[in-house]
């Protein structure tokens, strides 16, 4: 079982920055594979960047790409997004997601409860 809490979230200029996190609860955190997902209002729950277990691999969105880091801390049971350049359509409830899949689909087995972004232009 794995319970996942996010932060960092908050309204920021377009053009700013801000770094969520993700703080994970479980003996077997190493193990799983994380990814970001957001939600804007009327829109469907997309994938922003996921990173694997052992080495890190990395996957981003398109809409991302260069402008979004991913990355985790196994000690910490941690995992971070780093976001620079935010754009106002990066509005949304960003989500941590945890599962045994490294994979870009909604099929993460465990989720957060979401964290805030608002970038105004």
């Known amino acids: 079982q794995v319970q996942l809490v996010e932060s960092g979230g908050g309204l920021v200029q377009a053009g700013g920055s801000l770094r969520l996190s993700c703080a994970a609860s479980?003996?077997?955190?190493?193990?799983?594979?994380m990814g970001w997902f957001r939600q804007a209002p009327g829109k469907e729950r997309e994938f922003v960047a996921a990173?694997?277990?052992?080495?890190?691999?990395?996957l981003y969105a398109d809409s991302v790409k260069g402008r979004f880091t991913i990355s985790r801390d196994n000690v910490k049971k941690a995992m971070y997004l780093q976001m620079n350049n935010l754009k106002p359509e990066d509005t949304a409830v960003y989500y941590c997601?945890?599962?045994?899949?490294?994979?870009?689909?909604?099929?993460?087995?465990?989720w957060g409860q979401g964290t805030q972004v608002t970038v105004s232009s």
């Open positions: 997601a945890a599962g045994t899949r490294f994979v870009v689909a909604t099929t993460y087995e465990y």
């Open positions: 479980g003996r077997t955190f190493s193990s799983y594979a």
């Open positions: 990173i694997s277990w052992g080495v890190g691999l990395t």
